[in-house]
């Protein structure tokens, strides 16, 4: 039939289909742009929304009205005023659908507009407010309006005291999941009060606070708990985790590493009520590990990941642990003495072993040929490590993330191993790899397609050829270059013009790149979100052109900018004001620039943090 599409004969059955396959954003930004039935589609089954700027949010809730998850941590001017308007507006379908609410550091938002937003959202059972530096009590007492909550984040919520725990405790009693981590004001009172009336508890994260056994005796009645985290807790100690052994008794997971009054007693206290462990953290809690403590440890035989960070360990004590514990498949020992030999684990799926100087070349022929599942290893600082142990790795061709800052040994023929076998490694770190050279990236570049993570920072012998092969990495998203002195603008136009989906950015020290570069910057990299410009050589009509121009940008380092005036710095800041979320600039600045300025800053929601 004239002007009938193939695309026809779709129903919209399989349309939303072949939509959920789609993962990538960028990827589903495309879909929608094919057609107007394709953007329809996607405006029916899109469940996450993430907004950048709160000028687009009404018009986009009323395009997705079946959103699950509304993200606005990266929105900074979200405010009252901001959600009362929302809520005014005709259309208020998505309130209905809504289960998820991420509010991480937004600084404007107070108690009145979660009030609203608790009270319009009926069905809302998580939020994420941590880092929310304004949020208290009486934002907390706000937030329990919302009696269906299941999951509650609060990390860092610095003025939340056990007044707004009660709050939360008493009117939503079926929460499941809640974080408190650095909450300094809550004491065993509130956690005491929060066991008692929150019964289907299943994590929590209690990690930093100032609590004390009791708060133990506490959590320990909670008898569907599975997750506890209790990191640097400095007041407890084994007496506390004694309450343990008799308690929560669907406990699967706990970490207490960096308590520092916890020792292996306490952890045998833990493993005797708890067999059925799948997690155990205690790094940087004891300097060796007990015979009793490996005695013990034979009995969890459903273990799946041991962190002991920190402590000595011989290849024996590894061998017992690896022998008992069969369903281990991932493994920190990161600063611990005396490990040479990591093989025995060959289920292994994550390893991270940062700082241990005993791992050669003989350990790493022994990973490549046993441990054939690893898809994530550490081997950050351990100067063992070298051109053939790499060679005898580059085995483990599942590998995903791989860590080798400062292997000073390694060199552009370790590339061309991890090049050649890396296939679908995501993640690359070569932090202070002195070795490492634009050869080593050629082979990168055409080996190591789905490459989206990569840290050259102090790699010094890189130079503008370098940078050419990297801009070929198109799926490249956060690329540090610290330090680099040898790249120029030619470098950074060619690296800006390959990578499209460049989000985080890192040139600090890279004095050798002028306003040209940045330029070229400016105009191809529209996706960025956070840069680092310190100590870089740029004018101020540049400053002002790279902040202005790049549209998402939420967080920019701009220290010692030496060719910039304070009318640069106040001219770029205007420029980007209304969706910027987070600068750091020098502290003296701070007293040239304009109280307008910082006033306006400020009020949009953007956290400065003076060096």
Wanted: aromatic share 6%; glycine share 6%.
């Amino acid at each position: 039939m004239p002007g009938s599409s193939a695309l026809d004969v779709l129903t919209e059955d399989l349309l939303v289909r072949v939509r959920e396959k789609i993962g990538d954003e960028l990827d589903g930004k495309t879909w929608r742009l094919v057609c107007k039935e394709f953007s329809r589609v996607d405006s029916v089954t899109r469940t996450t929304l993430r907004v950048l700027r709160v000028e687009f949010l009404f018009v986009l809730l009323d395009k997705y009205p079946n959103i699950k998850t509304l993200d606005l941590s990266v929105c900074p001017r979200v405010n009252d005023g901001t959600v009362s308007f929302l809520l005014s507006q005709h259309s208020l379908s998505w309130t209905r659908s809504l289960k998820s609410l991420i509010l991480s550091r937004s600084t404007g938002l107070r108690y009145r507009g979660l009030e609203m937003l608790a009270r319009a959202c009926p069905f809302l059972e998580s939020v994420d407010v941590s880092y929310c530096c304004g949020f208290g009590d009486r934002e907390a007492a706000a937030l329990s309006f919302a009696s269906g909550l299941k999951e509650v984040k609060l990390d860092k919520c610095l003025n939340v005291t056990d007044v707004g725990l009660a709050k939360i405790a008493v009117r939503c009693v079926n929460l499941e999941r809640l974080s408190l981590k650095w909450c300094m004001e809550i004491s065993d009172l509130g956690i005491d009060l929060l066991c008692k009336k929150c019964l289907d508890l299943k994590s929590l994260d209690v990690s930093y606070l100032k609590l004390t056994n009791d708060s133990f005796c506490s959590i320990a009645t909670l008898a569907k708990l599975e997750s506890l985290v209790m990191v640097g807790c400095p007041c407890v100690d084994d007496a506390g985790l004694r309450f343990l052994e008799s308690g929560c008794p669907l406990l699967k997971t706990i970490f207490v590493s960096r308590c520092k009054f916890v020792s292996s007693t306490g952890l045998i206290s833990v493993i005797r009520g708890h067999s059925g462990l799948l997690q155990l953290d205690a790094g940087h809690c004891f300097s060796e590990l007990s015979t009793t403590l490996l005695h013990h440890m034979r009995d969890l035989k459903n273990l799946e990941a041991i962190t002991i960070d920190g402590a000595r360990i011989s290849d024996s004590c590894f061998q017992t642990i690896s022998f008992n514990c069969k369903s281990l498949v991932e493994i920190g020992l990161s600063k611990c003495l005396g490990v040479t030999n990591t093989d025995c684990c060959r289920g292994l799926v994550c390893l991270k072993i940062e700082s241990c100087n005993m791992i050669t070349e003989k350990g790493l022929y022994q990973l490549g040929s046993f441990c054939l599942r690893l898809e994530e290893i550490d081997l950050t600082d351990c100067n063992g490590v070298n051109d053939k142990g790499l060679e005898y790795l580059s085995r483990c061709s599942e590998l995903l993330f791989l860590k080798l800052g400062l292997c000073e040994n390694i060199s552009d023929k370790g590339l061309f191993y991890i090049a050649s076998n890396f296939l679908r490694i995501q993640g690359l770190d070569l932090y202070k790899c002195s070795g490492i050279g634009d050869d080593g990236l050629a082979a990168l570049s055409n080996g190591c397609k789905k490459l989206k993570k990569l840290n050259l920072s102090y790699c010094v012998n890189v130079t503008d050829r370098g940078m050419e092969h990297i801009g070929s990495m198109e799926d490249l998203s956060d690329l540090e270059l610290r330090g680099l002195t040898k790249i120029t603008s030619a470098g950074l136009t060619a690296l800006a013009a390959g990578c499209k989906r460049l989000a985080d950015l890192d040139l600090k020290h890279c004095a050798k790149i002028d306003d040209s570069g940045f330029w070229a910057l400016a105009y191809y990299s529209q996706n960025l979100r956070q840069i680092n410009l310190s100590y870089c050589a740029l004018s101020d009509m540049t400053l002002c052109m790279v902040m202005g121009n790049m549209t998402r940008l939420q967080d920019a380092k701009l220290v010692h900018l030496t060719n910039c005036t304070r009318e640069g710095f106040e001219l770029a800041l205007r420029s980007c004001c209304m969706r910027i979320k987070k600068v750091k600039l020098l502290a003296p600045i701070r007293f040239l620039l304009s109280s307008e300025i910082l006033e306006t800053l400020h009020a949009a929601g953007c956290k400065i943090r003076w060096d």
